[in-house]
């Protein structure tokens, strides 16, 4: 068993065939973890009593001759801002860093009913405000593929344990691009699935209209599995759409792109792409057409005021979420106040990090009167226009492809001084978001570098299938070795 | 010549709603708990919490827009009011800003002789806050959010009311209103009704609106007339000294214990509450033959039910208004009318004799049926009507049945001639100078001899028979 390189699908055939125990695989995780994680900050915190509690009542139930579950017994790391019953959920900030939650996100819920294993809660981005995962309060997260370069963000935890093989796979939330854009600096498949989808119930909210959660994994198959565990209507999140017919997508994901008609807006390709990252794309889009693919080129004016009406608007509904941390109940108080007002000043004064501080100040002015018709309405004007755009676009195409991050996995520290210039790597996905559409974000290739780079395609409304149809496809064409050598750091 | 000015008035009503469980929750909305017991990760604001409405709030606010006449916004959606508060664990409310339930609707009243149309602006449905206890000697402030996301919907009329009486009869006609179609308890003393009133003045003739003034949460009516009359006061001296522009528009707390409205802040610090569209709940669509089947389930409101006891019972119109104030009272009465047949003595036990005792008490004290016995025992002339009253004294004390209590207290009259016969023979006999002096035409001696009868019977001599005998005697 090379724990580095497993997929829940390996795991599960093992535990099935009774080649190795539950046990054994969280705890070949758990020393993996700590032999390698000290140089990478996948993880903020770990679970090893209950996660081998977990997979030894597991054991007992594949040993009573339980059939187990594709999720059973197979570990994985959650970000840190799902809520886990009586663990630590951090979201990687001093504001929270002592917050137990007495409840389980919806999701967290539905893997532990399936028997799934909770490695640990991973890194990530402050609040899930970030691109490169150096906004978290307390480390970093490295790339596993270079360890001098960032994750990506906000969701670097999850991806860099991915990639690492510290966990086959893993839980992270989407808002702007924050699955999707360290799925292709670590060389992963990562889903950012239709709003409504999957249930938001505890998960910390950021831009309450554009998270989503969705899973990190080496193979289009193994991310397919894992969204058919956490997906689905919940009576707990008013937001989450009831009647849909889901799941299915390990067996239609089969049936090949032959006649399946991909569009490829231009302004996607456009100045500011990376030449390597716009090569290696293209390259993969004419391998789908050698598959049968029917590829053409179209207009999609959206990316540059789709990243402001992104901008306005989830800071908007940040600087409202983000009230309740007033150091009233819980979360961060400071030290000496006098009366209410101050208390809450210096509380958040202390607690939040620049760049979160940076998003509710942008979200107070936007929404604040006299200023809300120039900004924040105008953001929601436009973010109708993009709905009706790809809406159009999905009358045409079943996809649209895209690079997910216009440029190369970036070095640490490179582009922290400038903030607009690392608002820039969310330019291809904020949209869809904005749009409430699904998208999958997989390994293209390798720059010459030999960094990754992700390919997005983005499908409508609850069209995840055609994704994961599409998806794997140029995954089993492209044939990529995808497990990083890595260093032990002592 | 000096101008007069009128007063106008526009107010702001929270309701609770009659709901079991909380807005966005399934935590009780029981009043009176311990504590923060009924509270939840949702409505405690926990990270990662999400709310879900409840259909039942929704229900309620078209139930109340039926009641009152308004349209019923068939999409609306909830908004976030933001602001800090330690009351409320989210830092913002959810509430409906520009897309509430329901718009339009009015109420007619009637004050100090006069109609009065008050329209409404609007009714929108949002969650309550929690509730601050300031402890004395004591740096710190404790919360309870019991109260926290319990329902409300707020009324808003427009600048339709024009003086204290007036506003006090549009909130007891609300409260009517509201407590008929189970839409809300409106206890005010419980603060599950409480108003906000939004007072200016203006020379008559004006169309126009003066700067007004916001008088915050009150909850009782008696002080709701006693601080618009006060802030009236005080804005008429400034318009009369040629201050007007000292009438600012601000926030005023009614003292209730020095009788005077203080400044709480002005204008200028006013909350800018960056309404936006609340991201976690959907617009709320409802459709229009369900607002048809809630119109269906509203009881007789206040206005039909006074019509029909106007002309059922031929009772005045201020008796009625008496009657039908409380949804008890009403329902009380009519209860009591089907066990006795007498409208009017009964209208008259439960103005002047159960509506004294219910100053201190919040209940009923007896039942229909032993003011309906005691009604008919009077008219039947058992007991006088002296009597009846202590007879009622005892009743409010005890469930047993009228006619056992009078047995028991030996109230019973004495009704027959020929028992009386004997009692008035005698007085007769020991009072010949009061004999004499009738007869010679002295007639005032009569009322005289009648005491002596009355006194001779201990009391139980029915009057009327008393005085038929008396005459007859007398005129023999």
Same mark, same amino acid.
């Given at each position: 068993?090379?724990?580095?390189?497993?997929?829940?699908?390996?795991?599960?055939?093992?535990?099935?065939?009774?080649?190795?125990?539950?046990?054994?695989?969280?705890?070949?995780?758990?020393?993996?973890?700590?032999?390698?994680?000290?140089?990478?900050?996948?993880?903020?915190?770990?679970d090893?009593?209950?996660?081998?509690?977990?997979?030894?009542?597991?054991?007992?139930?594949?040993?009573?001759?339980?059939?187990?579950?594709?999720?059973?017994?197979?570990?994985?790391?959650?970000?840190?801002?799902?809520?886990?019953?009586?663990?630590?959920?951090?979201?990687?900030?001093?504001?929270?860093?002592?917050?137990?939650?007495?409840?389980?996100?919806?999701?967290?819920?539905?893997?532990?009913?399936?028997?799934?294993?909770?490695l640990?809660?991973?890194?990530?981005?402050?609040?899930?405000?970030?691109?490169?995962?150096?906004?978290?309060?307390?480390y970093?997260?490295?790339?596993?593929?270079?360890?001098?370069?960032?994750?990506g963000?906000?969701?670097?935890?999850?991806?860099?344990?991915?990639?690492?093989?510290?966990?086959?796979?893993?839980?992270?939330?989407?808002?702007?691009g924050?699955?999707?854009?360290?799925?292709?600096f670590?060389?992963?498949?990562?889903?950012?699935?239709t709003?409504?989808?999957?249930?938001?119930?505890?998960?910390?909210?950021?831009?309450?209209?554009?998270?989503?959660?969705?899973?990190?994994?080496?193979?289009?198959?193994?991310?397919a599995?894992?969204?058919?565990?956490?997906?689905?209507?919940?009576?707990?999140?008013?937001?989450?759409v009831?009647?849909?017919?889901?799941?299915?997508?390990?067996?239609?994901?089969?049936?090949?792109?032959?006649?399946?008609?991909?569009?490829?807006?231009?302004?996607?390709?456009?100045?500011?792409?990376?030449?390597?990252?716009?090569?290696?794309?293209?390259?993969?889009?004419?391998?789908?057409?050698?598959?049968?693919?029917?590829?053409?080129?179209?207009?999609?004016?959206?990316?540059?005021?789709?990243?402001?009406?992104?901008?306005?608007?989830?800071?908007?509904?940040?600087?409202?979420?983000?009230?309740?941390?007033?150091?009233?109940?819980?979360?961060?108080?400071?030290?000496?106040?006098?009366?209410?007002?101050e208390?809450?000043?210096?509380?958040?004064?202390?607690?939040?990090?620049?760049?979160?501080?940076?998003?509710?100040?942008?979200?107070?002015?936007?929404?604040?009167?006299?200023?809300?018709?120039?900004?924040?309405?105008?953001?929601?004007?436009f973010?109708?226009?993009?709905?009706?755009?790809?809406?159009?676009?999905?009358?045409?195409?079943?996809?649209?492809?895209?690079?997910?991050?216009?440029?190369?996995?970036?070095?640490?520290?490179?582009?922290?001084?400038?903030?607009?210039?690392?608002?820039?790597?969310?330019?291809?996905?904020?949209?869809v978001?904005?749009?409430?559409?699904?998208?999958?974000?997989?390994?293209?290739?390798?720059?010459?570098?030999?960094?990754?780079?992700?390919?997005?395609?983005?499908?409508?409304?609850?069209?995840?299938?055609?994704?994961?149809?599409?998806?794997?496809?140029?995954?089993?064409?492209?044939?990529?070795?995808?497990?990083?050598?890595?260093?032990?750091?002592? | 010549?000096?101008?007069?000015?009128?007063?106008?008035?526009?107010?702001?009503?929270?309701?609770?709603?009659?709901?079991?469980?909380?807005?966005?929750?399934?935590?009780?909305?029981?009043?009176g708990?311990?504590?923060?017991?009924?509270?939840?990760?949702?409505?405690?604001?926990l990270?990662?919490?999400?709310?879900?409405?409840?259909?039942?709030?929704?229900?309620?606010?078209?139930?109340?827009?039926?009641?009152?006449?308004?349209?019923?916004?068939?999409?609306?959606?909830?908004?976030?009011?933001?602001?800090?508060?330690?009351?409320?664990?989210?830092?913002?409310?959810?509430?409906?800003?520009?897309?509430?339930?329901?718009?339009?609707?009015?109420?007619?009243?009637?004050?100090?002789?006069?109609?009065?149309r008050?329209?409404?602006?609007?009714?929108?449905?949002?969650?309550?806050?929690?509730?601050?206890?300031?402890?004395?000697?004591?740096?710190?402030?404790?919360?309870?959010?019991?109260?926290?996301?319990?329902?409300?919907?707020?009324?808003?009329?427009?600048? &339709?009311? +024009?003086?204290?009486? *007036?506003?006090?009869?549009?909130?007891? /006609?609300?409260?009517?209103?509201? !407590?008929? @179609?189970?839409?809300?308890?409106?206890?005010?003393?419980?603060?599950?009704?409480?108003?906000?009133?939004?007072?200016?003045?203006?020379e008559?003739?004006?169309?126009?609106?003066?700067?007004?003034?916001?008088?915050?949460?009150?909850?009782?009516?008696?002080?709701?007339?006693?601080?618009?009359?006060?802030?009236?006061?005080?804005?008429?001296?400034?318009?009369?000294?040629?201050?007007?522009?000292?009438?600012?528009?601000?926030?005023?707390?009614?003292?209730?214990?020095?009788g005077?409205?203080?400044?709480?802040?002005?204008?200028?610090?006013?909350? &800018?509450? +960056?309404?936006?569209? *609340?991201p976690?709940?959907?617009?709320? /669509?409802?459709?229009?033959?369900? !607002?048809? @089947?809630?119109?269906?389930?509203?009881?007789?409101?206040?206005?039909?039910?006074?019509?029909?006891?106007?002309?059922?019972?031929?009772?005045?119109?201020?008796?009625?208004?008496?009657l039908?104030?409380?949804?008890?009272?009403?329902?009380?009465?009519?209860?009591?009318?089907?066990?006795?047949?007498?409208?009017?003595?009964?209208?008259?036990?439960?103005?002047?004799?159960?509506?004294?005792?219910?100053?201190?008490?919040?209940?009923?004290?007896?039942?229909?049926?032993?003011?309906?016995?005691?009604?008919?025992?009077?008219?039947?002339?058992?007991?006088?009507?002296?009597?009846?009253? *202590?007879?009622?004294?005892?009743?409010?004390?005890?469930?047993?049945?009228?006619?056992?209590?009078i047995?028991?207290?030996?109230?019973?009259?004495?009704?027959?001639?020929?028992?009386?016969?004997?009692?008035?023979?005698?007085?007769?006999?020991?009072?010949?100078?009061?004999?004499?002096?009738?007869?010679?035409?002295?007639?005032?001696?009569?009322?005289?001899?009648?005491?002596?009868?009355?006194?001779?019977?201990?009391?139980?001599?029915?009057?009327?028979?008393?005085?038929?005998?008396?005459?007859?005697?007398?005129?023999?």
């Open positions: 068993m090379d724990i580095a390189k497993m997929t829940i699908k390996a795991i599960h055939t093992g535990l099935e065939n009774k080649d190795f125990k539950a046990e054994e695989v969280t705890r070949a995780y758990l020393a993996r973890i700590k032999a390698f994680d000290q140089g990478i900050g996948a993880f903020l915190s770990l090893e009593a209950g996660a081998i509690a977990m997979s030894r009542g597991i054991d007992e139930k594949i040993q009573g001759g339980e059939a187990p579950g594709l999720l059973t017994g197979v570990p994985l790391a959650v970000k840190d801002n799902l809520c886990t019953r009586g663990l630590k959920t951090t979201c990687a900030s001093r504001m929270l860093e002592d917050f137990v939650p007495p409840y389980d996100a919806t999701v967290v819920g539905r893997l532990r009913e399936r028997g799934a294993v909770i640990g809660k991973a890194n990530m981005d402050e609040f899930a405000m970030g691109s490169s995962n150096e906004n978290s309060a307390f970093p997260v490295k790339n596993p593929w270079d360890m001098t370069r960032v994750s963000g906000s969701s670097g935890g999850p991806a860099a344990a991915v990639a690492a093989g510290f966990a086959p796979y893993a839980l992270g939330s989407d808002t702007g924050s699955i999707r854009m360290p799925a292709s670590c060389g992963l498949v990562g889903v950012k699935p709003y409504g989808a999957v249930s938001r119930y505890g998960l910390i909210a950021f831009g309450s209209s554009l998270d989503q959660v969705g899973p990190f994994a080496r193979t289009v198959e193994d991310a599995i894992a969204l058919e565990g956490i997906e689905g209507f919940d009576p707990k999140d008013a937001t989450s009831e009647g849909r017919v889901r799941g299915g997508y390990t067996a239609s994901m089969l049936s090949g792109v032959k006649g399946i008609r991909i569009g490829v807006p231009r302004e996607f390709f456009a100045q500011g792409v990376d030449p390597e990252v716009k090569k290696t794309v293209l390259r993969a889009v004419k391998r789908l057409e050698a598959l049968g693919a029917e590829v053409e080129e179209f207009s999609l004016p959206i990316t540059e005021s789709g990243l402001s009406a992104y901008y306005m608007i989830s800071s908007a509904e940040a600087s409202s979420n983000l009230g309740r941390y007033d150091g009233v109940r819980f979360g961060y108080r400071t030290r000496d106040y006098d009366g209410f007002e208390m809450v000043v210096k509380s958040r004064t202390e607690a939040f990090g620049q760049e979160v501080k940076r998003r509710i100040m942008l979200g107070t002015y936007v929404l604040s009167s006299g200023y809300y018709d120039a900004y924040y309405k105008k953001a929601m004007l973010r109708q226009k993009v709905r009706r755009l790809f809406k159009e676009a999905f009358e045409v195409y079943d996809a649209v492809v895209s690079p997910t991050v216009p440029v190369l996995p970036f070095k640490l520290g490179e582009k922290t001084q400038d903030p607009l210039a690392m608002y820039l790597a969310d330019l291809f996905t904020v949209n978001n904005i749009a409430g559409i699904p998208a999958i974000s997989l390994p293209a290739g390798f720059s010459e570098g030999g960094l990754p780079v992700g390919i997005q395609f983005m499908g409508d409304h609850f069209e995840e299938t055609k994704l994961f149809r599409i998806a794997y496809a140029l995954e089993q064409d492209l044939g990529l070795n995808l497990v990083p050598e890595l260093k032990e750091v002592k | 010549m000096m101008a007069t000015y009128e007063t106008v008035i526009g107010l702001e009503i929270h309701v609770e709603l009659n709901t079991r469980s909380k807005i966005f929750c399934s935590c009780a909305t029981a009043f708990e311990a504590p923060n017991v009924n509270t939840c990760p949702v409505c405690l604001g990270p990662g919490v999400m709310p879900v409405l409840n259909q039942e709030v929704v229900n309620l606010a078209v139930k109340a827009g039926n009641a009152l006449g308004c349209e019923i916004n068939l999409i609306n959606k909830m908004d976030r009011k933001n602001y800090f508060y330690p009351d409320l664990p989210k830092a913002y409310q959810i509430s409906q800003f520009d897309l509430p339930v329901c718009t339009g609707g009015f109420v007619d009243v009637l004050a100090e002789g006069k109609k009065t008050v329209n409404l602006t609007r009714i929108h449905i949002e969650e309550d806050a929690g509730k601050l206890i300031h402890l004395e000697d004591e740096a710190y402030t404790l919360v309870d959010y019991n109260r926290g996301g319990v329902p409300l919907i707020e009324i808003v009329t427009e600048p &339709d009311i +024009r003086s204290a009486a *007036e506003a006090v009869a549009f909130l007891k /006609k609300l409260r009517a209103i509201l !407590v008929y @179609s189970g839409i809300s308890d409106c206890r005010m003393e419980q603060g599950s009704m409480r108003a906000d009133v939004n007072i200016s003045l203006r008559v003739g004006f169309q126009g609106l003066n700067t007004k003034v916001e008088i915050k949460n009150m909850n009782s009516m008696k002080e709701v007339f006693k601080a618009v009359k006060k802030e009236e006061s005080r804005q008429l001296q400034l318009y009369t000294y040629g201050e007007g522009h000292k009438v600012v528009q601000e926030t005023r707390r009614w003292d209730q214990a020095k005077r409205t203080l400044s709480m802040r002005s204008k200028e610090d006013a909350h &800018d509450y +960056r309404y936006f569209p *609340e976690d709940l959907p617009p709320v /669509k409802i459709d229009g033959e369900w !607002v048809e @089947s809630i119109r269906a389930t509203l009881p007789e409101l206040p206005d039909e039910k006074k019509q029909r006891m106007m002309t059922t019972y031929g009772l005045k119109e201020a008796e009625v208004d008496i039908i104030e409380e949804k008890e009272i009403a329902e009380f009465f009519e209860a009591t009318v089907v066990e006795s047949g007498e409208a009017r003595e009964s209208a008259n036990w439960i103005i002047t004799e159960v509506l004294r005792v219910m100053k201190h008490e919040a209940r009923i004290p007896l039942s229909p049926r032993q003011l309906a016995d005691l009604v008919l025992e009077v008219r039947k002339g058992t007991i006088s009507r002296t009597a009846a009253k *202590e007879v009622f004294e005892v009743l409010l004390t005890r469930e047993d049945e009228t006619a056992a209590i047995e028991e207290m030996g109230l019973k009259q004495i009704s027959s001639a020929d028992a009386l016969e004997g009692i008035i023979q005698g007085v007769l006999e020991e009072n010949p100078q009061a004999v004499a002096d009738y007869r010679a035409g002295r007639t005032q001696s009569f009322g005289f001899l009648m005491g002596r009868c009355m006194k001779a019977s201990k009391g139980k001599g029915n009057p009327g028979i008393v005085k038929q005998v008396l005459e007859d005697k007398l005129g023999s």
